[in-house]
Structures are given as structure tokens and as C-alpha cells.
């Protein structure tokens, strides 16, 4: 069973920064795609960015240019570098990780922009 420890989430004024990472373990296969995506409140789940193992991205068109993601593959860890944020990015921020044998959900990292 993958376990996964999301970390990063906070409180942030509009124009400001956040780190998000997620960590993997327990893995007995290789991780393939990684992800992040999120869930504002009355919203359904969305992807903000997936890397493949190679380092291959896709970044949705709402974060383009403000947000980054990136991976260590020897950590098994995804990160995902937001700046310029913008209250329409508060939600609920989910990692994926993908195997051979499915996917798995990070618990999730509330991420809020206000002023």
C-alpha cells in the first residue's frame, strides 16, 4: 500500500507563494505519473499539473505560467511551486501518485489566498 504525506498548504495573501510537496512510500512498484490536482468548495476536482517520470508536464491553462511542478524521483516526491496566487486558487490541493497497480490520493492540503 502507497502511503502518501502531503505537506505545504497554508494561508497566503493574494500575489504571494506557497510550496506544496508530496512524499511517497511504501511503494512496491515504480511510480509512473505524478500529480496534482484540486477541489474548491461546491466544485468538482480538478488537475492543476501532472509530470510524467521523465520530466514530461502538463500544466492546466488556469495556472500556466504561475505555477511549476517538479519531482525527485530517488524521494518518490512531487512538488509543486505556486506564485502569483489568486483567491480563485483556494481549494483543497490532492496529489496522485500512479503505478502499474492504480492510483493513489494524497488527504489533501487546504491552500487559502485572501487578503
Known amino acids: 500500500q502507497v502511503q502518501l504525506v502531503e505537506s505545504g498548504g497554508g494561508l497566503v495573501q493574494p500575489g504571494g507563494s506557497l510550496r506544496l510537496s508530496c512524499a511517497a512510500s511504501?511503494?512496491?512498484?515504480?511510480?509512473?505519473?505524478m500529480g496534482w490536482y484540486r477541489q474548491a468548495p461546491g466544485k468538482q476536482r480538478e488537475l492543476v499539473a501532472r509530470i510524467t517520470r521523465g520530466g514530461s508536464t502538463n500544466i492546466a491553462d488556469s495556472v500556466k505560467g504561475r505555477f511549476t511542478i517538479s519531482r525527485d524521483n530517488a524521494k518518490n516526491t512531487v512538488y509543486l511551486q505556486m506564485n502569483s496566487l489568486k483567491p480563485e486558487d483556494t481549494a483543497v490541493y490532492y496529489c496522485?501518485?500512479?503505478?502499474?497497480?492504480?492510483?493513489?490520493w494524497g488527504q489533501g492540503t487546504q491552500v487559502t489566498v485572501s487578503s
Open positions: 496522485l501518485v500512479e503505478t502499474i497497480r492504480g492510483g493513489y
Open positions: 511504501g511503494n512496491r512498484f515504480s511510480i509512473n505519473d
